[in-house]
């Protein structure tokens, strides 16, 4: 079984810059689990923001944040984080990390094994 810790969340201004990270354990390998970063605002439907896989050789970020959020890892502590630049109002969430079983090539994150618990972003204007 794999545990995740999303952490780092926070209030910033429009126009800033967070990064949250998600550390994983338990059974997690790099080599077998590729990390999403997910978020979902109230009222509004989840949407898969980032996907990370470095046994797929996937660095994915949705075209809603293109240019403005990236992804990196670090092997060593077994952490994914997602670097978050020129945010706007309209990021504010709750944002989720996720574990998907890396069953065939080419994972998407859209079929979440593990889910962690949200870490809060809002983003004042």
């Known amino acids: 079984e794999v545990q995740l810790q999303a952490s780092g969340g926070g209030l910033v201004q429009a126009g800033g810059s967070l990064s949250v990270s998600c550390a994983a354990s338990?059974?997690?390998?790099?080599?077998?689990?590729?990390i999403g970063w997910f978020r979902q605002a109230p009222g509004k439907a989840r949407e898969r923001v980032a996907c990370?896989?470095?046994?797929?050789?996937?660095?994915d970020v949705a075209d809603s944040v293109k240019g403005r959020f990236t992804i990196s890892s670090d092997f060593a502590k077994n952490t994914v984080y997602l670097h978050m630049n020129s945010l706007k109002p309209e990021d504010t969430a709750v944002y989720y990390c996720?574990?998907?079983?890396?069953?065939?090539?080419?994972?998407?994150?859209?079929?979440?094994?593990?889910w962690g618990k949200g870490t809060q972003v809002t983003v004042s204007s």
């Open positions: 996720a574990a998907e079983g890396i069953k065939v090539p080419g994972v998407t994150c859209g079929e979440i094994d593990y």
């Open positions: 338990g059974s997690f390998d790099f080599d077998d689990y590729a």
């Open positions: 990370f896989s470095s046994g797929d050789g996937v660095a």
